[in-house]
Nanobody, 135 residues
Framework: QLHLVESGGGLVQPGGSLRLSCTTS????????IAWVRQAPGKEREGVSC????????GYADSVKGRFTIVRDDAEGIVRLQMNNLRPEDSAIYYC????????????????????????????WGQGTQVTVSS
């Protein structure tokens, strides 16, 4: 079972940057789809970014394309989300989630190019880290 712990959240001004980290343990990260998901008060959970290693697919929500980048280091067991040019609407609790990849169409469903995936697809979740963008 993959265990996940998020860190790196905090308070930043609009236009600033943050780098979130998802530290994993308990399984070989190499085979896992990893997603970043956020939830703001009164909003549904939103897929932000994902990477599917067996299919080689990286997905981003339209709202973060060109600003956020997902980076993974499987040997270190860490997946990061670099967030640049942050906006107030980016404020949310950010979670990382994992799902063992299978190498088939289910991996595409779990990590599409637009990161529009369902929470039920993921079997492991971290505790979340708060990101607040405000002046």
């Amino acid at each position: 079972q993959l265990h996940l712990v998020e860190s790196g959240g905090g308070l930043v001004q609009p236009g600033g940057s943050l780098r979130l980290s998802c530290t994993t343990s308990g399984a070989n990260l190499r085979y896992y789809i990893i997603a970043w998901v956020r939830q703001a008060p009164g909003k549904e959970r939103e897929g932000v970014s994902c990477h599917s290693p067996l299919n080689g697919i990286t997905g981003y929500a339209d709202s973060v394309k060109g600003r956020f980048t997902i980076v993974r280091d499987d040997a270190e067991g860490i997946v990061r989300l670099q967030m640049n040019n942050l906006r107030p609407e980016d404020s949310a609790i950010y979670y990382c989630a994992g799902l063992r990849g299978r190498g088939g169409v289910s991996d595409v469903v779990a990590c599409p190019l637009n990161a529009h995936f369902g929470d039920a697809n993921f079997e492991s979740w971290g505790q979340g880290t708060q990101v607040t963008v405000s002046s």
